[in-house]
Antibody, heavy 122, light 108 residues
Framework: QGQLVESGGGVVQPGESLRLSCAAS????????MHWVRQAPGKGLEWVAV????????YYADSVKGRFTISRDNSRNTLYLQMNSLTAEDTAVYYC???????????????WGQGTLVTVSP | EIVLTQSPGTLSLSPGERATLSCRAS???????LAWYQRKPGQAPRLLIY???SRATGIPDTFSGGGSGTDFTLTIARLEPEDFAVYYC?????????FGQGTRVEIK
């Protein structure tokens, strides 16, 4: 049974940076594409970014493009999200999620973490 | 971008009753790329249905999905106490993963 555990959330000021981590276990992490999804307070789920199994192919939502970077360390079974130039609109619970394909495309998410809260506030 | 609209926003039902949740897409989508998730407070979202009608591993047969084109449904045949939660539909594609805004199923 796969498990994903996010960490790294917290309270930051506008313009600051934060790096989220997602530790994976219970499946062969290095063979699946991985995603970040967020949910702002009172809002729905918003997909953020995808990364292929080997880190070679990544894609971002327009709302975070140029500010966020998704990466992974397959030797550590860990997914990351580097978030720069944060604004209040980035305040959300951030979830990592596992895809069913190596590319991360054309896939639903079969495992999710419980999320980590990021609050951007002056 | 495909927009998914779920209805109703909230469904108030009693345990044992049948729940029917709707997910409408702004344009026709392949049923191969439509999923449903359940989310309870403080818990990770759980995959229920993928490819519109295939149940995920461990999901009881009281949950069923259907539909095609622009209209999809999630049906819970008989609500158990643990089924009261928020449900989301999702379309997944080549470079697009969009979610509906969710339907809350609450105890009447």
């Amino acid at each position: 049974q796969g498990q994903l555990v996010e960490s790294g959330g917290g309270v930051v000021q506008p313009g600051e940076s934060l790096r989220l981590s997602c530790a994976a276990s219970g499946f062969t992490f290095s063979t699946f594409g991985m995603h970040w999804v967020r949910q702002a307070p009172g809002k729905g789920l918003e997909w953020v970014a995808v990364l292929s199994f080997d880190g070679s192919n990544k894609y971002y939502a327009d709302s975070v493009k140029g500010r966020f970077t998704i990466s992974r360390d397959n030797s550590r079974n860990t997914l990351y999200l580097q978030m720069n130039s944060l604004t209040a609109e980035d305040t959300a619970v951030y979830y990592c999620a596992k895809g069913r394909t190596s590319s991360g495309y054309y896939t639903y998410f079969d495992y999710w973490g419980q999320g980590t809260l990021v609050t951007v506030s002056p | 971008e495909i927009v998914l609209t779920q209805s109703p926003g909230t469904l108030s039902l009693s345990p044992g009753e049948r729940a029917t949740l709707s997910c409408r897409a702004s344009q026709s989508v392949s049923s191969s790329y439509l999923a449903w998730y359940q989310r309870k407070p403080g818990q990770a979202p759980r995959l229920l249905i993928y490819a519109a009608s295939s149940r995920a591993t461990g999901i009881p047969d009281t949950f069923s999905g259907g539909g095609s084109g622009t209209d999809f449904t999630l049906t819970i045949a008989r609500l158990e106490p643990e089924d009261f939660a928020v449900y989301y539909c999702q379309h997944y594609g080549s470079s697009s993963w969009t979610f509906g805004q969710g339907t809350r199923v609450e105890i009447k």
